[in-house]
């Protein structure tokens, strides 16, 4: 029993401890985020404290994307700033910064292992949703688009002032510029134009004194870093200047499924040899999955390939029965339509869906899920594919799905080293491993399964480093504490996000953030590489 009291007091004196070291610092922090920011802009409307209450809890969850981190840590979580001006910004930097207090930066909250608004220190997370606006010039084709605007806003106001340009990002239509484009996220326009950070002409970030740069005034180093190397390491990424990319009027869309049964297996295998090497206006997607067999109580793996051709069909059905005949194309499974529709294709909405639903800002939490990448240099053996499916038919009542995006086209011709992003030429494909479920009593076994798929998948992926995409966040790939980064660890992350552009990251954040003010559980270290 006296063991028991003992610790029970132990903890009630850190508790005791934590609060004593954190609330009045808090209070210092609130008074300079008022002394900071003018009468014009004032901040009060942008704080939400960390109170248990539900305005306070719809305020977090509506940009939590991953169940799996739905309830707020309020032993650690301070407040909310929901900055509306950039002088908001700037305060809640220096003032965070001065008070000791870590800031977690969220634009659309899509961050895999929820590092934008979760952390097991005291600190703030800065939302960025109210900073969105987007400015389109036709004439000279760019874009200027703020942190907290969604990539289905962009592609909307794009469409607004032209039919025949986009922007070469990602599918799911709520994900936040800020950390997509910092990130380097990708479309379906990989193959033909690259993917977003090679088409980003200047950018607005606050850094670690509360400075706000742009291109010239930060510096090409800096500029470099921001592009790929994940914005949360270096400063707030406030805005980008985009260039647009030409698309014609009408592109051609196909779905096809293929299950087991149907030799989804070997039309798969041959998918590999082809992918990256079709004209680099055609991105053809295929997508495993578990699905229901023939029988009832059955399961099996169906192979969905989705498709964007920049053409009509006659001509993507030529290329098709040219290069790939295995997939038993026929002409009524295309569809021709405008780039803005073919956005609701690739995200699955029913044919009709109005395009205002890109619009929309869910403002609850999706599911529980858990997501891993892989790149692939030569093709996966077709053994190698069924101990695949045999894997993901152990999930239990999970949904479970693999993505193979495939590279070759223009990502084969932009050197490693041009932005911070660094997996281009030699990849055939990036995979995604995903899966999800609806009860938090499948998390512990759920993740479990997850980790036995990317065994599985080990002898036919990159290695030396096993490589993964910044963007599908994973946890697993190495990690640090929230208050601290060291160095040897966050070389082992490091190098599979970045490969050899990890040193320059190293170098650019010792110089501009030498104390390491920006950081999370898989930031970049500021460290001097001699």
Not at 195 to 213: F, M, P, S
Not at 381 to 404: A, D, R, S, Y
Not at 500 to 509: A, Q, W
């Amino acid at each position: 029993m006296k063991g028991t009291l003992s610790v029970l007091c132990l903890v009630l004196l850190v508790s005791v401890l934590e609060a004593a070291v954190t609330k009045p610092k808090f209070g210092d922090f609130i008074g300079c985020l008022r002394y900071r920011t003018s009468p014009e802009n004032p901040i009060t409307d942008a704080i939400s404290f960390a109170d248990n209450t539900t305005t306070f809890l719809s305020s977090y969850v509506s940009y939590t994307k991953n169940k799996r981190f739905s309830t707020p840590n309020y032993r650690k979580l301070l407040a909310i700033v929901a900055a509306k001006h950039v002088s908001h910004v700037q305060a809640t930097v220096v003032c965070a910064k001065s008070n000791g207090i870590q800031l977690r930066i969220r634009s659309g909250g899509h961050d895999y292992e929820g590092l934008s608004y979760m952390s097991s220190v005291p600190f703030v997370i800065l939302d960025m949703y109210n900073l969105r606006s987007i400015t389109v010039d036709v004439s000279s084709k760019k874009a200027w688009i703020q942190a907290g605007a969604t990539l289905g806003e962009l592609y909307t106001n794009v469409n607004d002032v032209s039919q025949t340009l986009a922007f070469p990002a990602g599918v799911c239509a709520t994900v936040g510029a800020g950390g997509h484009i910092s990130g380097g996220g990708y479309g379906n326009l990989m193959r033909k134009y690259g993917i977003t950070v090679d088409h980003v002409i200047d950018a607005q970030i606050i850094d670690v004194n509360g400075k706000l740069l742009n291109r010239a005034t930060m510096g090409e180093d800096l500029f470099w870093a921001i592009r790929g190397g994940g914005g949360g390491s270096f400063g707030v990424i406030l805005s980008w200047k985009i260039n647009l990319v030409d698309v014609p009027k009408i592109v051609t869309v196909f779905k096809v499924n293929k299950t087991l049964e149907q030799g989804g297996t070997d039309v798969l295998y041959k998918w590999q040899l082809v992918a990256s090497k079709f004209p680099e206006s055609l991105f053809v997607r295929a997508m495993p999955q578990v699905a229901n067999g023939t029988k009832r109580g059955e399961r099996t793996i169906t192979v969905v390939f989705y498709a964007q051709f920049l053409g009509r069909t006659d001509a993507l059905m030529a290329i098709m029965n040219q290069n790939w005949p295995e997939l038993g194309l026929k002409h009524e499974d295309c569809q021709e339509m405008s780039w803005l529709n073919s956005t609701l294709f690739w995200a699955d909405y029913p044919a009709g869906t109005p395009t205002s639903i890109l619009l929309d800002r869910p403002s609850s939490p999706g599911d529980f899920f858990k997501s891993k990448s892989d790149y692939v240099k030569k093709p996966i053996p077709k053994e190698g594919l069924e101990k695949l499916w045999k894997t993901m038919l152990k999930f239990n009542n999970n949904i479970v799905w693999m993505q193979f995006n495939p590279y070759g086209g223009v990502m084969d011709r932009i050197p490693a080293t041009a932005t911070a992003f660094p997996h281009r030429k030699g990849n055939l494909f990036k995979i995604q491993y995903f899966t999800t479920w609806f009860n938090a009593n499948a998390t512990k076994s759920s993740l479990s399964q997850m980790k036995e798929l990317y065994e599985v998948a080990e002898p036919y992926v990159s290695s030396n480093p096993r490589e993964a995409f910044f963007n599908y966040r994973d946890i697993d790939v190495g990690s640090n504490p929230s208050g601290e980064t060291n160095v040897d660890e966050a070389k082992i992350y490091g190098s599979k996000y970045f490969l050899g552009n990890l040193k320059r990251l190293m170098d650019v954040k010792a110089k501009y953030d030498p104390d390491n003010f920006f950081k999370n559980e898989q930031s970049i270290p500021p460290v001097r590489v001699m």
